[in-house]
């Protein structure tokens, strides 16, 4: 984005049509360079190359990967208030600021848009939210779950008409946090009712048709699955650790909805660690080409990356807000969070 101010004719190539809907091809299709980043703070906003780890040699060079973003400030008090992200699609971030206003930004053009407020108040009752697309209407949507009355109210934003709905739905069962997006769907990892000891599940809410859908099976229905994210385009689980050992099993479903293609991509045990890391839990930010894992050491305030092969580790980067916003990887493309099109760039 820095080029369009080379010269008027880069800036008119540049916000062309043509040319950001073959950008935003083009890297659907990975035709061109990786431009992925990860977002891990907020406060302040920013980022770390994500092509940048497979060749860190220690966390000196990690901070040549970051990136300090410019955050919209709509209203000068947002600066000090607490913003959590609720959720990414096609370069779009969604982030709410104190749980009650709701952003959509786009870290690579640096455009926004502040989202009306709800129709039913969410500070304080947020109970469940997420952020996705549906291609069926070719529309961004955001979901927010409140509890009010010991009701769940659904709301709904789209963002072609810029407006909240609200949906009456009554399986929404014990969902709380944000959710992932995949395959159309946003999904949370739930408890099923009633609780047969430690049994969990997938719950799907489809955007397109907005509805929940059946239960997602896990890899295992008596293993307490603690958390739940999406890499490499697939459903991703972790399981608890198991005795003294501290035995966890990352697990990813290569083929959406069926139970039997759960496969174990690593398992580590925590008295095999080095002695400063036989603290942390492996919840995976992500997973390099080569096996490697990032993720968050929350004792020590540092992205750690993991080879499981080599047992080593190396921290990466110092965080700021001990990630209380959430972490996630996002891809840099022209789309707008105004009109979610690449046209109007």
Same mark, same amino acid.
């Given at each position: 984005?820095?080029?369009?101010?080379?010269?008027?004719?880069?800036? &008119?190539? /540049?916000?062309?049509?043509?040319?950001?809907?073959?950008?935003?091809? @083009?890297?659907?299709? $990975? #035709?061109?360079?990786? +431009?992925?980043?990860?977002?891990?703070?907020?406060?302040?906003?920013?980022?770390?190359?994500?092509? &940048?780890?497979?060749?860190?040699?220690?966390?000196?060079?990690?901070?040549?990967?970051?990136?300090? %973003?410019?955050?919209?400030?709509? /209203?000068?008090?947002?600066?000090?208030?607490?913003?959590?992200?609720?959720?990414?699609?096609?370069?779009?971030?969604?982030?709410?600021?104190? $749980?009650?206003?709701?952003?959509?930004? !786009?870290?690579?053009?640096?455009?926004?848009?502040?989202?009306?407020?709800?129709?039913?108040?969410?500070?304080?009752?947020?109970?469940?939210?997420?952020?996705?697309?549906? *291609? &069926?209407?070719?529309?961004?949507?955001?979901?927010?779950?409140?509890?009010?009355?010991?009701?769940?109210?659904?709301?709904?934003?789209?963002?072609?008409?810029?407006?909240?709905?609200?949906?009456?739905?009554? !399986?929404?069962? !014990?969902?709380?946090?944000?959710?992932?997006? =995949?395959?159309?769907?946003?999904?949370?990892?739930?408890?099923?009712?009633?609780?047969?000891?430690? *049994?969990?599940?997938?719950? +799907?809410?489809?955007?397109?048709?907005?509805?929940?859908?059946?239960?997602?099976? =896990?890899?295992?229905?008596?293993?307490?699955?603690?958390?739940?994210?999406?890499?490499? !385009?697939?459903?991703?689980?972790?399981?608890?650790?198991?005795?003294?050992? $501290?035995?966890?099993?990352?697990? =990813?479903?290569?083929?959406?909805?069926?139970?039997?293609?759960?496969?174990?991509? #690593?398992?580590?045990?925590?008295?095999?660690?080095?002695?400063? @890391?036989?603290?942390?839990?492996?919840?995976?930010?992500?997973?390099?080409?080569?096996?490697?894992?990032?993720?968050?050491?929350?004792? &020590?305030?540092?992205?750690? %990356? @993991?080879?499981?092969?080599?047992?080593?580790?190396?921290?990466?980067?110092?965080?700021?807000?001990? =990630?209380?916003?959430?972490?996630?990887?996002?891809?840099?493309?022209?789309?707008?969070?105004?009109? $979610?099109?690449?046209?109007?760039?």
């Amino acid at each position: 984005m820095r080029f369009r101010c080379v010269s008027k004719s880069w800036n &008119a190539l /540049i916000s062309d049509p043509y040319f950001t809907k073959k950008h935003f091809r @083009y890297a659907e299709m $990975g #035709i061109t360079e990786n +431009s992925s980043r990860l977002l891990y703070s907020m406060d302040p906003p920013q980022s770390l190359d994500h092509e &940048a780890l497979k060749d860190l040699k220690d966390h000196r060079n990690g901070y040549f990967a970051n990136r300090e %973003l410019d955050l919209p400030v709509m /209203i000068p008090e947002y600066s000090n208030r607490y913003k959590s992200i609720v959720g990414c699609c096609n370069g779009l971030i969604c982030f709410s600021v104190q $749980g009650d206003d709701f952003i959509l930004w !786009n870290p690579c053009t640096r455009y926004s848009k502040m989202l009306p407020r709800t129709p039913l108040p969410v500070f304080n009752r947020q109970v469940f939210c997420g952020f996705g697309y549906d *291609s &069926a209407t070719d529309d961004y949507k955001v979901i927010v779950g409140t509890k009010m009355d010991e009701e769940i109210k659904f709301q709904v934003f789209t963002l072609k008409t810029s407006s909240w709905k609200v949906l009456r739905i009554s !399986n929404a069962l !014990n969902i709380s946090g944000p959710g992932f997006f =995949l395959n159309g769907a946003l999904h949370w990892l739930v408890r099923v009712e009633p609780n047969p000891g430690n *049994s969990r599940a997938i719950l +799907s809410f489809d955007l397109a048709e907005e509805e929940f859908h059946e239960m997602i099976p =896990l890899p295992y229905d008596d293993v307490d699955f603690e958390g739940m994210t999406i890499l490499r !385009n697939c459903l991703c689980v972790v399981d608890s650790f198991i005795g003294r050992d $501290g035995v966890s099993t990352i697990w =990813l479903m290569k083929e959406y909805g069926v139970k039997q293609s759960w496969t174990q991509v #690593i398992r580590c045990s925590r008295k095999d660690f080095p002695k400063e @890391y036989r603290h942390v839990f492996v919840k995976p930010i992500c997973i390099l080409e080569k096996g490697e894992l990032l993720f968050h050491d929350w004792r &020590a305030g540092f992205l750690v %990356l @993991y080879d499981p092969k080599e047992n080593t580790f190396k921290n990466v980067t110092k965080t700021h807000d001990r =990630l209380r916003c959430g972490t996630l990887v996002y891809r840099e493309t022209l789309v707008s969070p105004v009109t $979610g099109s690449v046209v109007d760039i």
